[in-house]
């Protein structure tokens, strides 16, 4: 059993299509979810169609796609329309769900006779005599062909033909992107080795810029600045020594203890201003 749905401008359906064992030489019998639909087409929750039936669908038989689609077009076209418990039409747009809890089940089919050509196939062991039997079940090339003969079987052996030659298709085509598939392939992987140098360089670089970032923090800055006062306070201070040491003379030790200290003085202010205003210290927004 096959399961088609689709939607037509008031509900939500589906074709169910229940293939009989004769099949393909019996036609399919298909039924309509949900059930109690009315339409010229459906009677007792069954599609009534010429080409459904023994003598028309003798001429159909490998055209039940085609079939199946003219049905789907008609109901779309021409929506069925469901019955009250009157037995009237109702115009009510709800959904399957809305209309059932669960799904009905389809109509039981009735059981088919056995197609003509069933009848054949079996007339034609029948009429076999016990000789002619014998043979068969002796010589494997005579119940070759014999088999063979058979209409429901060449109609397999044509749509086996039909999906090999389809899948060999197929098969080949897949074959003809494999160049495409190879070159995709060491395209992308040309892209991922690009990407990986780059994401490298990306991060040295990154590294790179963090460490500049961090010699110019705030807390590097104090630091140094306070380092910085504090070497200018002792250069001072070892002039001021060596000339009392007497190994600077009068001038060169005024020259060189002022520039000592006027440099002292200016790291010092800075500072000073610096702890004052708070200017080297991370505030948090509130």
Do not use: C
């Amino acid at each position: 059993m096959y399961e088609l749905s689709f939607t037509t401008s008031n509900m939500a359906a589906s074709l169910l299509v229940n293939l009989p064992p004769e099949f393909p030489e019996a036609p399919p019998i298909i039924t309509v979810s949900p059930n109690g639909m009315r339409h010229p087409w459906i009677e007792s929750d069954v599609v009534i169609q010429d080409v459904l039936t023994p003598p028309g669908w003798s001429a159909n038989q490998a055209q039940l796609g085609k079939i199946m689609g003219d049905i789907m077009e008609e109901f779309m076209q021409r929506p069925p329309a469901r019955k009250n418990s009157n037995g009237s039409n109702s115009d009510n747009a709800t959904t399957l769900e809305e209309s059932y809890g669960h799904r009905p089940p389809p109509p039981v089919p009735a059981a088919q006779p056995s197609s003509a050509l069933t009848t054949a196939e079996y007339a034609s062991i029948a009429n076999k005599s016990a000789e002619e039997l014998e043979q068969l079940l002796t010589d494997d090339v005579a119940f070759e062909l014999f088999f063979n003969s058979f209409e429901r079987i060449r109609s397999m052996k044509t749509v086996q033909e039909e999906l090999r030659i389809g899948n060999e298709n197929l098969a080949q085509k897949n074959i003809g992107n494999e160049e495409n598939i190879l070159k995709l392939r060491s395209e992308t992987k040309q892209l991922d080795e690009e990407y990986r140098k780059l994401r490298s360089e990306f991060d040295e670089k990154e590294r790179q810029q963090h460490e500049a970032f961090n010699r110019f923090s705030s807390s590097t800055v104090l630091t140094r600045l306070k380092a910085s006062v504090y070497e200018s306070d002792e250069l001072s201070e070892s002039v001021g020594q060596s000339f009392l040491d007497g190994n600077l003379d009068h001038d060169s030790f005024v020259k060189q203890f002022r520039e000592l200290r006027k440099v002292y003085h200016l790291r010092a202010s800075k500072l000073e201003l610096a702890q004052k205003e708070n200017l080297f210290i991370k505030k948090i927004p509130t």
